[in-house]
């Protein structure tokens, strides 16, 4: 048995990774009434599926995470390559499924399969793009097995048998760029719809289904941003720091924004002058009338 090496930046890295699984954990708790409110008793279609996979799957990418934190000492003979590549697959697919839901809003505002599926074609070129850059050598550091150079500057080499270290290469910063690309282009989508489109939507509902989804847009690129600079400026070992908070985000944003969506639907039919008459059943856009239960199905 062989004890791990540990610098301030894999403990940080470390304590950062646990602190974000507690982050989903507590979120989770405080919004758990909301969800059985909003979501439990709709029946299972394919947008509650990827909400479902978005709301629950990073507890199990984020628990491996948590888990490869803890740990630190190494077995003869032990490899933990496999480990770290279902973990990296979960943390994609959590993702993936919570900007699958982004998708869905955006086509709810807009209703053209054209659009949709351009946008899951972009979808698809993003993830191969951001795979193919990452598996490649373009930024020093590019994995957890190059030379670093401690504060006396020597380069060494790491000891990380059975890649079992808590330490991840530079090459991370692709798939944060890929991401930012891909929000930014449904961010300015988003804001073309919005602006254009139904320029004079003044409903409160409609107001917070757009703000919101701006929102949570801006909040990714923010984040994205940060784990770009995060990735690049620190030295090698403190790039493990961005692997949870990035899947947190996007679980939490994604889950939030439809509660919201659903509080501001129910407060609109408590209100005394919407008592029963069209404008429970419809929600009036500039360009014509959107079914509610199909805007509310497509924005889950």
Partial sequence: MTALYVDAGIQASKYCNAGTFAVLVFDYCITLEAESQWVWHRKWTFVRSIFTISRYLPFFGIGMTF????????????????YGKASNVLHILS????EGLLITRIYASWNSKRLLTSLLVFSVVCVVTSYILSDTKLVPNSTNTTPIYLPNMIGVNIPDPGNCLFMSGRNNVFNYAVLSLFELVL??????IRFRRYKNTVEPLQKRFFNDTLKYMIYILVMSSFSIFLTMVPPVTWVSITDSPQIVIHSVLASRILFSLRTSESERRLEPHQASGELLSEIQFAGGQLSTLRFEALSV
């Fill in 95 to 98: 993702i993936v499924a919570a």
């Fill in 187 to 192: 961010f300015c989508l988003m804001l073309f």
């Fill in 67 to 82: 888990a490869a934190a803890l740990r630190t000492q190494y077995y003869p003979g032990e490899s933990c390559v496999e």
